[in-house]
């Protein structure tokens, strides 16, 4: 405030005609190219890149404009300004855009390009069922978080204990994060579990099972995807708790033993409800990931057999890339993304309450 | 030629030098160069005498070709060049051509044809190198936003719908079709393919289509003869030839053993593949959809009603759901990629259909177990048709009906249409798609390793092959089987319609619920033919109707 002052009027009232001026050079630049695409001005502008180029000429002069308006603050705003703007031109305005897309019928091979067709695509997607399907699926990908998290939390109660070479497990079991989705599923998916030749194949046979064939039947295919999935993502969740672990407080504990609590006692007293905002932010974002989960489904069975395994993000990819329908597939894009808002809105609300309730007891 | 049957036809043919020292090689040479022969005039001596050379670079067997030799081959067939262009007419002009990079063959093989081409021209050519897997999608999409930034373009025949059927390429000059001999084109690569509405667009540089492989340790198994007498099937046992056949033989072999092992029948692929995986079902479907009266066998070409829920298709799939249970266990998560390279080539499975290159790969691939007891022919036809018109199913008095199924038609050269309003750089965009497509070169290129196939009447001179050091025996084979389906009068030819992968695809996902046994067959027709309607609709019915019939030939 007290910089601000020393500003002198004349430098401000510049910097706020420079917004005002590249702010109507934007705006002006926007109508006219939407004039001349829609038809209305006949300038025939090839692209949209004048309307770009305003853009950045617009987000150059704010960054100024701060500067010679606020002087020091204005200094500490240009540390944050560009990737909020570089936000709002690769995220948001894509998004808001996409609206735009969405209520059209556009596929790429259509004699007529793009046409408004109103809520024909809400319609059409409310009633595809394979939307619905995939939405099905996607509710027991995501209901299995729950499992995946029993797990990883048993996994980094073994990496936080005194247990030999635990160095060399943290990096061990740390491994498959860094491996690509799309090379599981061929090196897992289709070399490992391949039915003639791949080697869990061959040990399922040992084992008695006739015809191991993984991706076949509705059940094993589901269970088996979700098994590479999880196996790619859970050292994520194990970090996480990890971290969580080391972090509490050794007193707690310390005296927990003290008085006599060990074993279940103390983990289910003591651990896991001080380990309670790191599970929440640990299943919390491991759903956020799993509702993506698109690349090992499309390699390993393309959402088979029978859709069985098809989740949201792959009916997509399908509408889109192999159908060019890009109306409609942004419109099911849009949709699941209001989908996945509401429900972790919903889902964050319910663990806000929950913890509360906790942290009153 | 593809990669893999070169390698697969050296490795199956005898040493070149014996060859050559035989009589069959003189006979052979003799042949070629035309010797002896009085009435040959001076050119015609000239020309068999270039196309001998140019097979001589580098020599069958003597290593694969690289830039140099390809740049040596772009250089000696100049001369067609040289009849229409002057020296140095094109200079200043610059142009983009748009292809591939698989395997390194094609664009790269381009490039060093064109070298010469472009140092006699003057006109200069930059290079757009595409992976196959991005290649729709950015077609599509430079022809969606209007952003059309190639001047030629190495295309399929499917994608014709799209880029001719909007008039975003440029009509072939009559002097083009003279200088690359376009009445040389095999049957089916002729009108309509590669025109629309009666206006040539394509230049063929390679041609395709689906044969059918099959196992023949299994067809002179002497267990399974007695097998199969045994069970009172009617005729011998040996190679089916009608889709019936496959089927009685698919289920006939389960629980058989054959060398210790399984015996299985036909491979279907049962999962979807982008799109591809449908030609599968129409190789089963052209027999018994495809009359030798109608030309059409998709789409009704009076109002483009989808014909794929008629009983002939119907019958398909359930041939398809029958075959299945005797089919490997692993059957429904198989793409056509699993059941030609992790099935039939590593020994699973005894008939499958597809291209060319699983029966050559029988010898090369590291993967392959089946050695030579690969042989292949046309697809299977069928005792009876369905002849939609009559809505009938009709036996024919020639026999069984057969319909190779002309899948995907190969690559061809297009000039786009953004040249034609520059005169100069017109001729040079054709000059240079004619150099590629240029008789003397596509036969080196189905010759050598280049992506290409067979495509021309003028390569089924089984003397060349011979004289350039292919084995004769192999040769006749492999061609017969190839030009077998190409020139079969009944032959299923690819509608070329705009967004025909699209209809494809949607095609796969129904029929894979079909085969995991949520629908019957019935209702997956059905299902598909109500998504190709609307599919129709949101393209466009009108033009599309107009399209396909254009793609017929009607």
Known sequence: ?361 | MKVEEYNQLLGMQTDRRSLLKGAAGVAALGATGGLGSAAVSGSALAADSLRASILKIPGVGKGSPGDAEWQKVGEMCLEATKANVKPGEFKGVELNFMGLNNQNLHNMLFRGFLKPWEAYTGAKINWIDLAQADYNARLQQSIATKTVDFDILEMGAPFEGDVCGKGLASVMPDWVKKQIDIEDYSDYLKPPVGTWDGKTYRVTIDGDCHNFNYRTDYFSDAELAKAWKAEGHQGEWAVPKTWQKVNEVTKFLKGKKIKGQDAIGYLDPAKGWGGFGFYFLEDRATAYVKHPDNKAWLFDPENMKPLVNNPGWVRAIQDVIDCLPSEPADQLNADPGTTAFQQFLAGTGSMLSWWGDVGSMANTSDTSVIGNDVAFDILPGSDDVYNYKTAKWEKLASGPNVSPNCAYLGWGVYVMARVDADPKKQKAAWSAAAHLGGKDLSLWMVMYPSGMQVHRNSHSDIAEWVGAGYNKDYITSYLKSQFGSYNHPNRAIEPRIPGIFQYYSVAEDELAKVFAGKMTAQQGADSIAAAWDKLTDQIGRENQLKLYRASLGM
């Open chain 1, 1 to 361: 405030m007290g910089h601000a002052s020393l500003i002198p009027a004349g430098r401000k009232s510049a910097g706020r005609l420079l917004i005002v001026l590249t702010s109507l050079l934007l705006a002006a630049t926007v109508i006219f190219q939407i004039l001349d695409a829609s038809g209305v001005l006949a300038f025939g502008l090839p692209d949209w890149r004048p309307s770009l180029y305003a853009y950045i000429v617009w987000a150059v002069s704010m960054g100024i404009s701060q500067v010679m308006m606020r002087g020091e603050a204005g200094h500490k705003a240009l540390f944050l300004l560009p990737a909020l703007l570089f936000t709002i031109a690769m995220v948001i305005f894509p998004t808001v855009f996409g609206f735009y897309i969405a209520f059209s019928e556009w596929n790429l091979s259509s004699f007529d390009g793009q046409k408004f067709n109103g809520l024909d695509n809400l319609r059409t997607l409310y009633n595809d069922s394979y939307f619905w399907n995939a939405l099905r699926n996607m509710t027991f990908y995501v209901a299995s978080v729950l499992l995946q998290y029993a797990l990883a939390f048993g996994l980094a109660l073994l990496l936080n204990a005194d247990i030999r070479a635990r160095k060399f497990f943290r990096v061990a079991f740390l491994l498959p994060f860094m491996l690509s989705p799309v090379a599981v599923s061929w090196m897992i998916g289709k070399s490992l579990m391949e039915f003639r030749f791949g080697p869990l194949a061959g040990l399922a046979r040992h084992l008695g099972w006739e015809n191991p064939a993984f991706f076949a039947t509705p059940w094993i295919a589901r269970f088996n995807i979700l098994a590479l999935d999880a196996w790619v993502w859970l050292p994520f969740m194990i970090i996480l708790i990890l971290a969580g672990l080391q972090a509490m407080p050794k007193d707690i504990q310390e005296a927990a033993k003290v008085d006599g609590a060990a074993g279940w006692t103390s983990f289910w007293h003591i651990t896991f409800p001080l380990m309670l905002p790191v599970s929440v932010t640990t299943i919390v974002l491991r759903i956020i990931f799993q509702l993506k989960l698109a690349d090992i489904v499309i390699n390993t069975t393309s959402g088979g057999p029978g859709g069985a395994t098809d989740t949201v993000s792959s009916f997509i990819f399908r509408e889109y890339r192999d159908r060019s329908n890009v109306g409609y597939g942004t419109m099911a894009a849009e949709v699941y993304l209001i989908i996945i808002i509401i429900f972790i809105t919903i889902l964050l609300n319910l663990v806000g309450r929950f913890m509360r309730r906790e942290a009153a007891q």
